[in-house]
């Protein structure tokens, strides 16, 4: 979410229903008029980085599809790495359509040499909390069943490696990154390996206030308690497990050996994500976080491009290609 002070409360007024200023309001028909994300790109070749696009249904009963993108150096004697990728948008806004998401993942799919399988997950108020999280595993699901190579799209069947499969996000889809992976250590998916998580600047959250958002970002983070408050009207709030993950028993299951978390200095949600990597490391969890911080930067999920160079390097590493030194903490 961007920089924007307001209250926790959603407004209300003669002619919405539910509005978050400058992102999304909900008319009193039911209809949603979302503000940003609607700059969409069809699928196909990317002239910069010769990656292409496809996309393809998952679910014909609840319309979940996926965007799927090969690197140009693909070949069947050479399995790449899967990285499923869950864009952010407060739940309620961005599709895996948009040119800020395509543009980032075909930059994404280039430099980690990775299929690259992007959800798009159903998106709140109309679709409330938990749609999006079962959509995503749904996906996963769906990709997993390519792992015996008979699955519907060729791209998974022929140049998958299955035992390399990495959950990402930014924002709402790095908290989805995360519960994804802890309903995988309770439930596996046969034919997969979750290797590990990379979560870019997660969107988390509570009723008590941590770091920050006790000074200086009291009112952003009350801002951003809306879009889960729009998402999740019936749920148990900003405590609900989903959203803090302080609150989840389940915690120290994640179902992968290690995490790759991205902040920034000066973003609202970074304390968050400190946090999320302190409540990791005292879960119990047997695995590792890896944390990367911009520095100087004000900035959340709508900079990804400019975020690449910096991830990259590390992401490089995290995400090893079958020709690759294995990537230890």
Known sequence: ???????????????????ITGFIRVHKDGHCERLLGNN?????????????????????????????????????????PIMIYFHGGGFVFEPTTSAAYHSTLNRFTAELNVITVSVDYRLGPEYPVPAGYNDSWEATHWVASHSAGCGPHTWLNEFADFSKVFPAGDSAGANIAHNL???????????????????????????????????????????????????????????E????????????????????????EKDSLRDRGLHYKELM???GWAGKVETLESKD???????????????VPCAIEFVPSSTSLVFEF
């Not at 926790?8 to 229903?17: F, H, K, M, R, V």
């Open 297 to 311: 930067r004000i900035m959340h999920s709508f900079c990804l491009i400019s975020f690449l160079k910096i991830l």
């Open 241 to 264: 497990p989903l959203f803090n993950p302080e609150k989840d028993p389940n915690l120290s299951g994640l179902g992968c050996s290690k995490i790759l978390l991205a902040v920034a």
């Open 281 to 283: 490391e005292k879960s």
């Open 40 to 80: 969409k790109l069809p699928a196909g070749i990317d002239s910069s980085t010769g990656v292409e696009s496809k996309d393809v249904v998952i679910s014909s009963e609840t319309n979940v599809s996926a965007r799927l993108y090969i690197p140009k150096s693909a070949t069947s004697d050479r399995k790449l």
């Open 181 to 239: 992976t802890i309903r995988f250590g309770s439930y596996r998916i046969d034919g997969i390996n979750l290797e590990g998580i990379i979560l870019i600047h997660p969107y988390f959250g509570g009723n008590d206030l941590i770091g920050s958002e006790l000074g200086k970002h009291k009112q952003l983070k009350a801002f951003t308690d809306q879009f889960w408050n729009l998402a999740n009207p019936s749920g148990t709030g900003l405590d």
């Open 1 to 19: 979410m961007l920089s924007i002070y307001g209250s926790a409360d959603i407004s209300t007024s003669d002619e919405y229903l539910h509005e």
